[in-house]
């Protein structure tokens, strides 16, 4: 019986351990250069090993439409995640929606206005 509670208590200190490094994304860096119309996004995810703990996914939407799923195979480096999109139908007004998953556990959502040129 004592085996068991112990087998037990591994493997529930295991699992809450494994969850503990998992963490979204603390913080999404948004701009839109209205002039050439690209979307620069930096992500901030900070992590051990890049290949194994990393950014798996960004969503982009327009006006609440997603318009890119990009899936992400690894991080670029420990610290964050830097993608780029061409986003041709923004204009002045709009709202550009981005969303950064880890690959563990979690997501964080940011957006901004377009203004002017």
Not at 11 to 20: E, P, W, Y
Not at 54 to 72: F, S
Request: hydrophobic share 35%; with cysteine.
């Amino acid at each position: 019986m004592k085996r068991i509670l112990v087998v037990i208590g591994f493997l529930s200190g295991l699992v809450f351990t494994s969850t503990a490094y998992a963490h979204p994304p603390s913080d999404i860096k948004v701009t839109f250069d209205p002039e050439t119309q690209m979307l620069e996004v930096v992500i901030a995810h900070n992590v051990s090993n890049p290949i194994s703990h990393y950014i798996k996914k960004v969503d982009i939407g327009l006006n609440g439409k997603e318009i890119i799923e990009h899936i992400i195979s690894r991080q670029d480096n420990n610290q964050t995640q830097t993608v780029r999109y061409l986003i041709p139908d923004a204009k002045s007004g709009d709202v550009i929606s981005v969303e950064g998953y880890c690959s563990i556990s979690g997501k964080l959502k940011k957006e901004i206005t377009v203004r002017e040129k």
